[in-house]
C-alpha cells in the first residue's frame, strides 16, 4: 500500500460561517505528513472554521476535505477525531482533578495513560499539579494541560486554534518546542491558527493566509515572509507590522 | 356532598376575585377561566369515569389510559426546542413507565383489576411521569446550551456523542427526580397527601389510606427514574446530526 503524503486535502471547500455572514469559499489546498502549517489572518477570516472542517466538526457545504486521501464524511467519526487532535482556544476542563482531565482522551476507548509527568514537565507544569481541582488552575495552566490531554490521544494531525494567545513568552516558547518535538517524534502534521506572526514564522513550514474567507497565499514560511506573492498577503504584512489591526 | 354545599365555595373564587380587582393584580380573567375549564373539565371526566367504571371493560381502560399518556407527552413535549422530533420519544417514555409500574402493581395483585383502582392510579402516575418528562427536557436543553464547550471537548477527544453527552443526561436526570424525592422526604410533615386525604374525607381508616398512599409514592418515584432515564436514552440521539456534530440549535 502507498503511503499517503498528504495528511490534509482540501478540494474546491466551501462553508458557510455559523453567524450566517460570508464563509470559506472554494478553498484548494494540501498539507503534507509532518508539516506545520501556520494559518494566519485578520479575525472572521475562517481560520478555525478550517480547523472544524478537518475533524468533522462542520460539515463542507461543497467540495471534500481529505484526511490521510480519505473523505472525512468516510470515517468512522471518533476514530477521526481521536487521529485529528484538536486544541481549542479557550480551554475547558471538567470536574475534577488535573490527572481525571489529561486521561479523557484515553478512558473514552477504555485505555489508562501511565507516564504523564514528562509531558507536564516539558510544558513547565510541575507533577504536584495531578492531584489538584483542574478548574482551579489559571488560564495559562489550562491552556497547557489542555495541549497536553490532546497529545496523550497520540493524534496524527494536531488542529491548534491559538493555544498560546494566553501564556507569557517563556510558556510560549515551552509549548512551541513540545509541539515541534511531538512533530519530530511521531511526524505528526501541524495545523496552527496564530495571530502572532512572529510565532508564525518560527514554528511553520508553511504559511496560509485567509482573508473573508479565501486562501489568499500559500507558500513556505520564509519565503511568505521575505517575498509575499499577492498584494493582499503584503498588505496584511504591513499592516500587522504597522502595529495596525488587520481586518 | 351536595350540590349547594359544592356551590358554597364559589364563594373561595369570588374572594380571590374581589382581592385581584382590588390589588389591581389584573388576574381576574385569569381566575374565571380557570374556574370555568376546572369545573368543565372535571364534570366531564367524572361522567366519562362512571361511564368506564359502569362497563368495566379492559378496552375501555386502556384507551382512557392511553388517551391519559398521550395528553401528558403533548404537555411535557410542547415546550421542548425540538418539539416536533420529541413528541414521540415522550409518548414512548411515559407510556413504558406507565406499563411496567401498573404491570407490577397488577401482576403483584396490588392493586385489584379493576377501572376504579387502575384509572386513578394511572392517572397519578402519568401526571407525574409528565411532570418529570417536562423537568427533564428543559434541563437537558439547559444544559446542553451551558456545557456545549464540555461536549465539543469530548466529541473532539474522540468520544461517541453517547460518551459526551453521558454526564450532562445524569446531571438532568438528577434535577428531574429532585422534586419527587424532596416531596416523598417532607410526606405528612408538610401537607398530606391527596390520595390519602381524599380517602380519609370519604371515610376510610387512615391506616388503610396511608398504605394506599405508600404505594403510590413509591410507584411514583420508580415511575420517574424510569421515565427520565428511558428519555434521555430516546432524546440524546436527537441532539446530534448524522455526523457526530452536536446541532446548531445549541451552538
Given at each position: 500500500m502507498a503511503m499517503e503524503t498528504d495528511a490534509i486535502q482540501f478540494i474546491d471547500v466551501s462553508v458557510p460561517f455559523g453567524d450566517g455572514h460570508g464563509g470559506i469559499s472554494g478553498l484548494t489546498a494540501t498539507v503534507e505528513v509532518g508539516k506545520t502549517v501556520t494559518l494566519i489572518g485578520p479575525?472572521?477570516?475562517g481560520k478555525s472554521t478550517l480547523l472544524s472542517l478537518c475533524n468533522l466538526f462542520l460539515t463542507p457545504q461543497r467540495g471534500t476535505v481529505n484526511i490521510f486521501g480519505k473523505n472525512v464524511l468516510e470515517w468512522d467519526v471518533p476514530s477521526l477525531r481521536r487521529q485529528v487532535g484538536m486544541v481549542f482556544q479557550t480551554p475547558v476542563m471538567l470536574p475534577g482533578t488535573v490527572l481525571d482531565n489529561l486521561r479523557l482522551g484515553p478512558k473514552l476507548r477504555g485505555e489508562t495513560v501511565d507516564n504523564i509527568e514528562p509531558w507536564l514537565e516539558a510544558v513547565g507544569?510541575?507533577?504536584?499539579?495531578?492531584?489538584?481541582?483542574?478548574?482551579?488552575?489559571?488560564g495559562g495552566q489550562k491552556q497547557r494541560l489542555s495541549l497536553v490531554r490532546t497529545l496523550l490521544n497520540h493524534p496524527k494531525i494536531l488542529l491548534l486554534d491559538e493555544v498560546t494567545s494566553a501564556l507569557d513568552s517563556h510558556s510560549t516558547q515551552l509549548v512551541e518546542q513540545l509541539v515541534q518535538r511531538v512533530k519530530a517524534q511521531q511526524n505528526c502534521t501541524v495545523l496552527w491558527v496564530t495571530h502572532n506572526l512572529e510565532q508564525a514564522r518560527r514554528v511553520g513550514d508553511e504559511t496560509w493566509l485567509l482573508v473573508g474567507g479565501r486562501l489568499v497565499e500559500a507558500a513556505p514560511t520564509e519565503v511568505f515572509f521575505?517575498?509575499?506573492?499577492?498584494e493582499a498577503a503584503r498588505q496584511f504584512l504591513a499592516s500587522v507590522c504597522k502595529g495596525g489591526q488587520p481586518s | 356532598m351536595t350540590l349547594l354545599s359544592l356551590s358554597f365555595t364559589l364563594a373561595f373564587v369570588a374572594f380571590a376575585i374581589v382581592l385581584s380587582i382590588r390589588k389591581r393584580l389584573g388576574l381576574e380573567k385569569d381566575l374565571v377561566v380557570a374556574s370555568v375549564r376546572a369545573t368543565v373539565q372535571l364534570l366531564v371526566i367524572g361522567y366519562v369515569l362512571k361511564l368506564v367504571f359502569s362497563f368495566n371493560s379492559p378496552w375501555f381502560t386502556f384507551l382512557m389510559v392511553a388517551a391519559m399518556v398521550a395528553v401528558a407527552a403533548y404537555n411535557a413535549g410542547k415546550?421542548?426546542?425540538l418539539w416536533k422530533t420529541v413528541f414521540w420519544k415522550v409518548f414512548v417514555a411515559i407510556g413504558l413507565t406507565e406499563t411496567v409500574t401498573m404491570a407490577y402493581l397488577l401482576v403483584l395483585h396490588v392493586l385489584p383489576v379493576k377501572p376504579q383502582y387502575v384509572i386513578p392510579v394511572s392517572g397519578m402516575i402519568v401526571g407525574n411521569a409528565m411532570v418529570i418528562s417536562s423537568l427533564f427536557l428543559n434541563r437537558l436543553y439547559g444544559e446542553v446550551s451551558n456545557r456545549k464547550q464540555e461536549i465539543l471537548l469530548l466529541l473532539s477527544l474522540g468520544g461517541t456523542p453517547r460518551q459526551s453527552i453521558r454526564q450532562v443526561l445524569k446531571d438532568a436526570v438528577k434535577a428531574s427526580l429532585i422534586p419527587t424525592v424532596d416531596t416523598m422526604k417532607t410526606t405528612g410533615l408538610v401537607q398530606l397527601p391527596g390520595m390519602m386525604t381524599g380517602q380519609i374525607i370519604a371515610g376510610a381508616d387512615p391506616i388503610q389510606a396511608v398504605r394506599y398512599q405508600l404505594l403510590i409514592l413509591f410507584a411514583l418515584l420508580a415511575a420517574g427514574a424510569i421515565t427520565s432515564i428511558t428519555l434521555g436514552g430516546l432524546v440524546?440521539?436527537?441532539?446530534?446530526n448524522q455526523h457526530q456534530q452536536l446541532k446548531r440549535d445549541f451552538e
Open positions: 479575525s472572521g477570516a507544569l510541575s507533577p504536584t499539579v495531578l492531584q489538584q481541582p483542574a478548574q482551579d488552575l489559571s521575505t517575498r509575499p506573492q499577492t | 415546550r421542548a426546542k440524546y440521539p436527537t441532539l446530534f
